[in-house]
């Protein structure tokens, strides 16, 4: 059985700050290590299960969060981004049996963690079909395109709540609740087991039945901070300026939709 791991860290229990985030900043080494270990508790789960191999994908920042010395040797570790369209997941394919997304977090504009943001910091609301377009949306429904179902997600509580119906079978851990510039979290060693044992029932589960249906149109909706991003983008091949600091972009195809999303957010 093959899993697929897309891994966050904004979303990882007790990053708060921006510069938590941040490969240069002297606090940032503590979250890296969490969203290592993080990661680590969803390989143990989805080994309990039965995994024979598994892929990482080290979707943060420059990709280079996750320590490799860390992990078992059934995993291989993607770091850094080829400039594929499928970004967060990519390395995915029709080969995987599941699909899990650890440390994710909500989208931007989203009360519950004083990090949401949807890909950039330069947006205050984005949408597809009308939902909160958060990156685990993105990324489980770009697995959804390759014919991987979603079955696990660790992030903050806000994420979850918008999540859960995204997926029939989705197993859900929120590691911690933010409050405005607040966030309230759980104890690592919590945190960990809960990750294994949901990651583990999530694959336990028949895979056959936890597939999706991708819709049969697409619309992005972005509002940026400041219009002339608005204005720039609106140039980008599909896109079209809505109002002031608002574009949209209308396809067929979900790569078209994500190819835009890699360009305009």
Not at 4 to 26: C, Q, R, V
Not at 71 to 76: A, H, Q, R, S
Not at 159 to 166: E, V, Y
């Amino acid at each position: 059985m093959k899993v697929f791991i897309s891994a966050d860290i904004e979303g990882t229990a007790f990053t708060t700050y921006w510069n938590e985030t941040e490969l240069k900043e002297n606090v940032y080494a503590r979250a890296a290590q969490e969203m290592t270990r993080e990661v680590c508790a969803a390989i143990a789960g989805a080994n309990a299960a039965g995994a024979d191999e598994i892929l990482v994908n080290d979707a943060h920042d420059f990709g280079i969060n996750i320590d490799p010395g860390e992990l078992p040797e059934n995993v291989e570790l993607i770091r850094g981004w080829s400039g594929s369209p499928m970004s967060m997941v990519d390395g995915i394919d029709s080969s995987f049996d599941a699909a899990f997304f650890v440390g994710y977090h909500a989208a931007a504009g989203r009360y519950g963690n004083p990090l949401s943001h949807t890909m950039s910091t330069k947006t205050t609301k984005v949408t597809l079909n009308g939902l909160p377009c958060s990156e685990f949306l993105l990324y489980s429904w770009a697995a959804a395109m390759k014919g991987v179902p979603t079955v696990f997600l660790a992030g903050d509580q806000a994420l979850i709540n918008d999540s859960q119906s995204l997926h029939p079978a989705l197993k859900t851990v929120a590691v911690k609740q933010g409050f405005g510039g607040m966030t309230r979290c759980l104890a690592p060693a919590k945190a960990h087991r809960l990750i294994r044992e949901e990651s583990e029932k999530a694959l336990r589960q028949d895979l056959s039945q936890a597939g999706i249906m991708l819709p049969e149109t697409f619309e992005m909706r972005v509002t940026y901070k400041e219009q002339k991003h608005a204005v720039k983008y609106s140039y980008f091949p599909g896109c079209r300026l809505e109002e002031d600091n608002t574009i949209s972009f209308r396809t067929d195809s979900y790569m078209e939709l994500l190819t835009a999303a890699e360009f305009c957010l």
